[in-house]
């Protein structure tokens, strides 16, 4: 535990933030240093690693040790500074681009293996970076510079994913709410093992407005629910709305109305291992369903940086190699006179 | 009848080519010869010959798998050229393998093994047996396979058990041949196959006992004795180049206080060095097997960026796919040691052959101006040293290495001297001190190398990665003369590493001659003795071998000038002549290139070097 209190400008680093104005991304970078600032960690077991995008500058920006990697690898460089250190706090830094078309491989993996990772996936369903072309998440049909006539490509739902690569953690958080971001980012922390948060982040620029449908102000409370563990799952402005399932599909239903009641009401549980109703509730879309924020999914399993050591300790404690000069005169030798 | 006295012919050296089907079990054999004869003091080379597929089709010449060993009274640089006994357990055998006998040669071949079907899968019209193809050779014909099956048939175990025990037979005829000992093998054979069947022990005793036997009841073969060799006193051990790589690794780690972390993804002839790495848990070592090639290097530079002695291995294509995450390594100056065990390419190749061709992608492979040290191990077990050379070049540099090895090297192996740790070079980590404000890109006056922060360490928090960064302070900087500056600061640090590369030495007329034999890497062995060779029959021929290809070491040109004719010999078609033509212009580079996947024989490097010094 940290002896000193910090403060998120702790975490600031002297770089001008040069993302464009009004960019989701600014407000993410505010959560995460709200966060490490209140985590009670010492500043310098914190490591920021990134890969190629707008949001990969990420690391330039925080006070904490950082690395700013290439192209999709960031779960890669992530995945080994973690297994080389397993007490090193480590932040991933990635987003639809880097994560799941590039780096679609080591994402797939890092999360198969479950590397004690915090992964931050900032999701704008476009590539900002270079300028506009649709991304793995870009809605099908999408018009960008790269698909003048509609995407003809489904996207990739990063929990959908997730959950499909064996993943224990999934959380989904909006870049207007920071407050629920600092939230998640905890819980992610405290979660042993990868844990997968998609941000929900708007680019001012190549794709404004993406998710205006959900986050409008008059009828957001309506078409997004936060789930919170042992929390029935309602939501609405009025909180007359409420998750049930019917016929093994989900379905929304108005409390007081049908027979309806609270009670009916589905209850989340993040930490079920079964994922049927965690995938069901990642996959909720608009206009048909609330999109669903906060920990989806949350369950306990062994993690791979842990497993590395665990072995590593048990091997040591019963082998005669204690050192190299060991192991160079082991097994079958012989002397020449 | 008179009591014949066994005639037993002294030998200074001999070359014994095992042959048969991928699964015939010749690679075990061939190593458990070699094995003994190093025990009994031989200097020994071997050279293992095998084909891409695990199970090619049976009977095939596709699907020999071959081992050449090469023992000795003398040194031995090579697993020799031309085989005096090749042991043919089938007719794809000979087949396959005839090229590789001397003339007069002996070829021991199951007898049982030519039957009309076999010789018509390995592509033989007629028996060769019954022609008079193989009138030149010396012919012996055992029926192995029915006096395996004879010599264990009470044991009950079923046929394909049987027959696996075949490659016994052979080698207990070939230690009779050869007046070997049988313990270490039958010692092997216990601990080997001891926990799954006793009865599978039993069978290969006495299979090997009754090939033995055989050889000797019969009389029809003499016997030979090659004497031990000269070589130097100490505690020896057999050892290969891809364990030799591991272990030179894993030594570098530990001399130099770090931990060992290899991410590597398999491939053919490298994955044995993750193999390795992953059973060295008792040395604390971590083992990464990525997802990908890519994800092998970008594990191994996280790895780095947290204070490990950072390693990945790989064969040519992985290579290619490291390439850009080399250039993150070499723009961040962290430590890295990059193995790559050359094989055939391009592409897939010729993946379990052998070839020097990876030299220009490990030197230039990649974008921008990213200057890398390449150095090359030269025989299987100096892997070792060359292993432990990167990870000091790596660490004391802060510096992507990348080692050259190849399928040769990897496959092949020798007698080794065991190092003590005591013996081998200090290796100490450049780590910023924990009270002073950390520049990141601030050097060393001498040497051009940044220190090295490591998370976790409280104060020296900092950020690097792949864009340009300012000298001195490491912000990120597009500053046109900033990044002139950085370019010439990286290339300008990896110059400098010359200082600690050792002299090159002629081998022969120091003070210069008519020819000048130039190789680098795993060409040595071949080199050496075609040069030996023809030294000791009186020639003006000497040779240059280089392990540092960059830096060059410093004296390179001060040797080059001094003869008449240079040639360089590789298994390429000339992409160290052609690095040569850079480095050192002035000089006038003959080649002597082989690209078949195989090294080169003595014979043809002989036959070359005889015509060089015809010409005048």
């Keep these: ?337 | 009848m008179e009591n014949l006295k066994k005639e037993v012919v002294e030998l200074d050296e001999v070359v014994i080519r095992f042959s048969g089907d991928s699964g015939d079990g010749m690679q075990l054999t061939g190593t458990l010869f070699s094995n003994t004869s190093a025990l009994f003091g031989n200097d020994v080379s071997t050279f293992p010959d095998y084909p891409a597929e695990i199970r090619a089709p049976q009977g095939t010449v596709g699907g020999v798998s071959g081992f050449q060993l090469h023992f000795g009274k003398k040194q031995i640089f090579t697993p020799g050229d031309y085989a005096d006994v090749l042991v043919a357990m089938n007719p794809a055998a000979v087949k396959a393998n005839l090229r590789w006998v001397k003339q007069g040669g002996t070829i021991i071949v199951d007898a049982d093994s030519f039957t009309d079907k076999n010789l018509e899968k390995a592509g033989y019209s007629q028996d060769p047996l019954k022609d008079d193809k193989l009138g030149n050779y010396n012919i012996v014909e055992v029926p192995i396979t029915n006096l395996t099956k004879q010599s264990i048939e009470d044991l009950g175990l079923d046929n394909k058990s049987v027959l696996r025990c075949k490659n016994m037979f052979a080698l207990g005829l070939v230690y009779y041949i050869f007046s070997r000992p049988l313990e270490h093998t039958l010692n092997f054979i216990e601990t080997k196959f001891g926990a799954k069947d006793p009865r599978v022990v039993e069978a290969n005793k006495r299979v090997l006992q009754a090939g033995f036997n055989y050889g000797d009841n019969l009389q029809l073969l003499r016997s030979y004795l090659v004497q031990p060799a000269d070589i130097p006193a100490g505690k020896y051990r057999s050892i290969n180049g891809n364990i030799a790589t591991a272990w030179g690794l894993l030594a570098a780690a530990e001399k130099s206080g770090l931990r060992l972390f290899l991410g590597s993804y398999p491939i053919t002839p490298a994955s044995e060095i993750l193999q390795e790495i992953s059973a060295r848990k008792d040395l604390g070592a971590v083992c990464f097997q990525a997802e990908d090639e890519i994800a092998g290097i970008c594990t191994a530079i996280g790895a780095s960026f947290a204070g490990c002695l950072a390693a990945t291995s790989t064969s040519g294509p992985g290579l290619s796919l490291k390439a850009e995450a080399i250039g993150l390594a070499a723009i961040t100056e962290l430590p890295l040691v990059i193995v790559n065990v050359q094989r055939g390419g391009p592409s897939t190749g010729l993946p379990t052959k052998t070839e020097q061709s990876d030299l220009l992608q490990a030197l230039y492979g990649r974008h921008g101006e990213c200057p890398v040290p390449v150095i090359a191990a030269s025989t299987p077990s100096d892997c070792f040293y060359y292993a432990y050379e990167a990870g000091r070049i790596a660490v004391e540099h802060m510096t992507p290495v990348i080692l050259l090895t190849d399928g040769f090297l990897a496959n092949g192996s020798e007698p080794w001297k065991i190092t003590k740790m005591s013996e081998l070079p200090e290796i100490k980590p450049p780590f910023a001190q924990k009270d002073k404000p950390y520049l990141p890109y601030l050097r060393n006056a001498e040497t051009m190398v940044r220190e090295w922060a490591v998370p976790g360490t409280p104060g020296l928090e900092h950020r690097v990665g792949g864009l340009e960064k300012m000298a001195v302070t490491g912000t990120v900087s597009y500053v046109p003369e900033n990044h002139q500056v950085m370019t010439f600061e990286r290339e300008e640090k990896v110059k400098r590493i010359v200082a600690k590369v050792p002299d090159l030495k002629v081998f022969g007329n120091q003070n210069g001659g008519k020819l000048l034999v130039i190789g680098w890497g795993s060409t040595y062995g071949y080199i050496i003795t075609a040069v030996k060779e023809m030294q000791d029959e009186g020639h003006d021929i000497a040779m240059l071998h280089f392990n540092y290809i960059n830096p060059l070491p410093k004296n390179t040109a001060e040797i080059l000038k001094l003869y008449k004719k240079l040639v360089v010999c590789e298994l390429n078609l000339g992409q160290f002549a052609n690095y040569l033509r850079i480095k050192h212009q002035q000089f006038n580079y003959l080649q002597y290139n082989k690209v078949q996947g195989q090294p080169f024989t003595v014979l043809e490097l002989k036959e070359h070097f005889y015509k060089l010094l015809k010409e005048e």
């Design chain 1, 1 to 337: 535990m940290a002896d000193v209190k910090y403060t998120p400008k702790d975490f600031k680093s002297d770089q001008e933030v040069r993302w464009c104005p009004g960019c989701g991304d600014s407000a993410v970078l505010n959560a995460v240093q709200k966060t490490m600032a209140e985590l009670g960690r010492n500043k310098e077991e914190f490591v920021v690693i990134s890969g190629i995008g707008c949001s990969s500058r990420f690391p330039y920006y925080m006070n904490t040790y950082g690395f700013h990697g290439i192209h999709g690898r960031s779960g890669a460089i992530a995945s080994g500074t973690k297994t080389a250190n397993p007490s090193l706090s480590v932040w991933q830094i990635t987003g639809d681009g880097d994560a799941l078309a590039i780096g679609g491989n080591h994402f797939i993996h890092e999360v198969r293996r479950n590397v004690d990772l915090n992964l931050i996936l900032l999701n704008n369903q476009i590539y900002g970076l270079t300028k506009g072309q649709y991304s793995p998440t870009s809605k099908f049909g999408q018009v960008t510079k790269s698909s003048p006539f509609g995407t003809v490509e489904h996207p990739f739902h990063p929990g959908e994913l997730t959950i499909g690569a064996q993943g224990k953690f999934f959380a989904r958080g909006i870049d207007y709410n920071v407050a629920l971001m600092v939230e998640i980012f905890k819980e992610a922390e405290n979660h042993r093992g990868i844990s997968v948060i998609e941000i929900l982040q708007n680019c001012v620029i190549f794709n404004d407005g993406a998710y205006d449908y959900v986050t409008e102000k008059e009828n957001r409370e309506d078409r997004l629910i936060v789930l919170k563990h042992n929390e029935p799952m309602i939501f609405g402005k009025n909180r007359d709305k409420g998750l049930i399932f019917e016929g093994s599909k989900l379905k929304v239903v108005k409390i007081g109305e049908n027979g309806i009641s609270e009670k009916d009401i589905l209850v989340h549980n993040a930490k079920e291992k079964d994922p049927s109703l965690h995938l069901a509730l990642v996959n909720m879309e608009s206009p048909e369903f609330p999109v669903a924020l906060g920990v989806i999914r949350s369950v306990d399993a062994p993690t791979y940086d842990q497993g590395v050591y665990e072995q590593i300790k048990k091997i040591q404690a019963k082998t005669n190699i204690k050192c190299m000069d060991d192991l160079l005169s082991s097994g079958s030798t012989w002397n020449v006179e």
